[in-house]
């Protein structure tokens, strides 16, 4: 860009000295012309020079505006920004100058004709000829004034050629010639004799017509020149005499003035076409002259306004593209210069206010990657918890959710955000909330914790439920936590932990008094069986003391099993194997029901086989219950690689378990089996609690039951110690 | 590659130069002017070559003598001894003006050579005297008798004189460009 510029104010330059070049020369060389033939060799070698150095300038100087002009209809016809406005005005221009300067030609042109037509055509010929008839007749007749005296002098001379007679003839015939006429005598175009003064030219233009005349054979004449008049005769004896005057100089000026303008007048009319032609030359150059100075003043003030708006608009094209370091190199003191001065500050200033909006936006970015981070952080950890949250603006839209509410809840949170939470919400949910969020209300510190019983899917479970109002510094509300914790599993292991302690007491308080009742029963019966042998009442009260001691016992053992559960022995094994295990002693013992295993694919994990295999028993001993004679149970053992979770189901197509018992279905003591104890489930729920998974129940499709077991399979602290870690009551004791 | 703007417009500009030039030579146009009639003598220290200058004056250079303007001729005669198997030496050479001019007051023809001034009574006398010539040409070296010697001569237009006026018109012009080839003739040893 700033080549081009460049480039084009030397063009400028170049045109204009070439301009000024062409008119100085030209003036130079006519003023040249007009000294007249008298210039010097040296002189004549400069002027050529000079006309041609001049005709190479003017040839330059088309040549620049004719290459101008051209680039212009070029750029016009490549639609180039600022051509079509540039060819314009130099159109404008050059017609502006053409029309008067096409008036004038063809104005000085017919001017010049008619001048010389009337010049060569009119009286002034006739006058010419006039004047210079009268110059010759004045001189001839002073020629033949001259006459007499040449008459006399030849007559004188008639008869002698001697030399010395020459004086005495001058001196004779000096009377009769006019005052200022001298005598010469010549013999063979030689002076030999003379009287009076004659000026040098006079006398050798005299001698120049004295040989002319030599070779006519004329014997007498006159000679007029355009300054003297002359008469001469031939004697005999060969001596030409002649009478010669100089004119007076004013009248020979007169008359030299006069033969001059006559040869200008029929050179003129000679060279007519000529003339004319070199003035039209001259007027056709001067024409060129001024419509290329006009189209150079066109295409000069067109780039003038062109050049700096072609610069803005590439300018606001880079400015558009992004590029802002862009500034503009065009320096002029009127509107232009201001206005692309503008341009680049106002690109500096966009510059640097980009620069600060990146600057803000890198530090919005790492705020926004800041605040992500830690969104996501306490995303996970929310998701890490055991707890629902549900977070709730001031508008009532839900801001946040876990995944532990979406499971608690059975809601799905991917939608969830950015709703009113009365849409996601379950009516009863919904109204739970609501009324804490009342009472919160009215609370100290706006925190209400509530335990609260709801209807999930098909069963009631236990949460409980925090429920916080967030308040700015400045008190105003921002909108609500809700924390959903479910109870039901620390429900359950409280309730087996009330249950092994009051199993672990009526265990000892009952099994010590029952070894002395067994004892004395049958002391009892060694000393007075035979003492009551024919009393059978004695027999069947003792039998049955004992046979209810027994089952006492027996109890008591139950109780005693579930109230001291081993310690976990945990070891590197393979699941599947050991399930596998339990499954083959059912289908022997229970051939009428059709036993199913399937195993995908879980590797080898860490748990208690002992505990995993009795679990399994107690499951599997449930669905056999369950089935009766006939039926079938469909044991899977899967491995949830990305959750790192083992999960067992046992599936059975029995009549399933009623509504009213799910709630307490993995509570001690609760069976609806004839002879059970209620403890199955119970055990297996506290193996799934003590490996650190749960266990659930669900229908199964298209009818029976599906107890789901899951335990993680690299629970932590087993990797470390090889053991888990022994479960602690509220008491700090080890159960 | 597509040619830059500065080479079309060199193109176009000298294209229409050449289409705005007269039409050359090759059209017919008036009698070349020459020299004929080369002979003469050679001896002692001088040659005297006689030549006669043909189709020297169109009819508007006579008419143009007639009203006064003056027409001049230079002459150069070059006399050279001539080898068959060698370059020819160079014996002299003479430049030779000629001028003729109409005097209307006196009318007669002022023919100016450089031996002095002649005056003619018509202009025909004047045609003649201008375009028949002898001139003397100083040699150098012995002429040798029996020898080839030959003469070369060519004539051009010198000026033209105009009057004042005209001559600042037509500075930058010539009226008429009178030039003949060099012509040669052989001379005669004694």
């Known amino acids: 860009m700033g080549a081009e510029h460049a480039k084009l104010r030397r063009e400028r330059w170049a045109i204009g000295v070439v301009a000024v070049l062409v008119a100085a020369l030209t003036f130079f060389e006519a003023h040249l012309a007009a000294v007249g033939g008298a210039v010097t060799f040296s002189s004549n070698i400069v002027i050529f020079a000079l006309i041609n150095l001049n005709v190479i300038f003017v040839v330059l100087l088309i040549f620049l505006v004719t290459r101008n002009v051209f680039k212009i209809l070029l750029d016009r016809r490549r639609n180039l920004l600022g051509a079509k406005l540039r060819s314009r005005l130099v159109l404008i221009f050059i017609c502006f100058s053409l029309i008067p300067t096409m008036l004038l030609f063809i104005a000085a042109t017919n001017i010049t004709t008619t001048s010389i037509k009337s010049w060569i055509g009119g009286r002034v010929g006739q006058a010419l000829t006039g004047a210079i008839d009268i110059a010759r007749e004045r001189l001839e007749e002073e020629a033949r004034a001259l006459s007499p005296a040449a008459e006399s002098a030849a007559a004188g001379l008639l008869g002698t050629v001697d030399p010395a007679s020459f004086p005495r003839v001058l001196e004779s015939s000096r009377s009769l010639a006019p005052a200022g006429t001298a005598l010469l005598f010549f013999e063979k175009d030689a002076e030999v004799a003379r009287d009076g003064e004659v000026p040098p030219a006079v006398r050798a233009e005299v001698l120049t017509r004295i040989k002319a005349v030599n070779g006519d054979g004329d014997a007498k004449g006159t000679l007029i020149g355009d300054e003297f008049a002359a008469a001469w005769r031939r004697t005999p004896g060969g001596v030409i005499v002649v009478a010669v005057r100089s004119l007076p100089p004013a009248e020979a000026a007169r008359i030299r003035e006069i033969t001059k303008a006559y040869d200008e007048y029929h050179q003129v009319r000679l060279l007519d076409d000529p003339i004319r032609a070199s003035y039209v030359g001259i007027l056709i150059l001067i024409t060129l002259l001024i419509v290329f100075a006009a189209s150079w003043m066109g295409i000069y003030l067109a780039r003038q306004i062109t050049v700096p708006v072609q610069l803005l608009a590439e300018g606001t094209e880079e400015v558009a593209r992004g590029n802002l370091d862009v500034s503009l190199d065009y320096r002029s003191r009127d509107e232009f210069g201001t206005l692309v001065a503008s341009f680049n500050r106002m690109t500096a200033d966009l510059k640097a206010m980009k620069g600060n909006l990146e600057e803000t936006n890198a530090s919005l970015t790492r705020t926004y990657d800041e605040l992500r981070r830690r969104t996501a952080f306490i995303e996970t950890i929310l998701d890490s918890i055991s707890t629902g949250v549900i977070v709730i603006d001031r508008h009532g839209r839900i801001a946040m959710i876990n995944k532990v509410a979406e499971r608690l809840l059975r809601i799905h949170t991917d939608g969830a955000v950015g709703r009113m939470y009365r849409e996601v919400l379950r009516e009863e949910h919904y109204e739970a909330i609501r009324s804490l969020y009342r009472e919160a209300g009215e609370a100290a510190g706006g925190q209400v914790e509530r335990q609260v019983e709801l209807v999930v899917g098909e069963t009631r479970i236990a949460f409980r439920v925090s429920l916080t109002a967030l308040r700015d510094d400045a008190g105003e509300y921002m909108g609500l936590v809700a924390a959903f914790d479910d109870l039901s599993q620390t429900m359950r292991l409280q309730r087996v932990l009330a249950w092994r302690e009051v199993a672990r007491r009526i265990a000892h308080d009952i099994r010590n008094p029952l070894t002395p009742i067994q004892l004395s029963t049958e002391r009892m019966q060694r000393k007075y069986a035979a003492v009551h042998a024919e009393d059978p009442v004695f027999a069947e009260c003792t039998e049955a003391i004992l046979s209810e001691v027994n089952t006492l016992k027996h109890l008591v053992d139950e109780f005693t099993r579930f109230a001291r559960m081993p310690v976990l022995r945990v070891e590197e094994g393979d699941l599947p194997v050991e399930i596998r295990t339990v499954v083959e002693t059912y289908r022997t013992s229970h051939p009428g029901i059709h036993w199913e295993f399937r195993q995908e694919g879980p590797p080898r994990l860490w748990f208690d086989p002992v505990q995993i295999r009795r679990a399994v028993t107690n499951l599997l001993d449930n669905a056999a219950a369950a089935l009766g004679e006939r039926g079938s149970v469909t044991v899977t053992c899967t491995h949830d690689e990305s959750a790192g979770r083992a999960r067992i189901d046992v599936a059975d197509d029995g009549p399933g378990i009623p509504l009213g018992d799910r709630g307490r279905l993995f509570e001690p003591y609760f069976s609806r089996r004839e002879g059970g104890t209620g403890l199955g489930l119970a055990i297996v729920s506290a193996i799934a609690n003590d490996h650190g998974g749960t266990v659930r129940m669900r229908d199964n499709t298209p009818r029976g039951t599906v107890f789901e077991m899951e335990f993680p399979a690299h629970p932590p602290a087993m990797e470390k110690t090889g053991s888990m870690a022994p479960v602690i009551d509220d008491g700090g004791r080890e159960i | ?190």
């Open chain 2, 1 to 190: 590659m597509p040619l830059g703007v500065e080479v079309r417009v060199l193109i176009a500009f000298f294209t229409l130069t050449l289409l705005g030039l007269p039409p050359g030579s090759s059209l017919a146009g008036p009698p070349v002017p020459g020299i004929s009639e080369i002979s003469g003598t050679i001896r002692g220290g001088e040659a005297r070559v006689r030549f006669t200058l043909r189709n020297a004056f169109t009819p508007e250079m006579v008419e143009a003598l007639k009203s006064g303007i003056e027409i001049s001729f230079k002459i150069t005669v070059e006399v050279e001894r001539v080898y068959r198997r060698w370059f020819n030496r160079p014996m002299g050479q003479v430049r030779y003006t000629r001028s003729v001019r109409y005097d209307a007051l006196s009318r007669v023809y002022r023919l100016h050579r450089d031996d002095g001034d002649e005056l003619l009574a018509d202009v025909l006398a004047a045609l003649d005297r201008m375009t028949r010539f002898e001139v003397v040409v100083p040699v150098t070296g012995g002429v040798e008798k029996g020898k080839p010697y030959r003469a070369r001569v060519r004539a051009r237009l010198d000026k033209v004189g105009l009057s004042e006026p005209l001559r600042s018109i037509f500075f930058f012009s010539s009226l008429w460009d009178v030039e003949t080839d060099w012509a040669r003739g052989n001379l005669q040893a004694p």
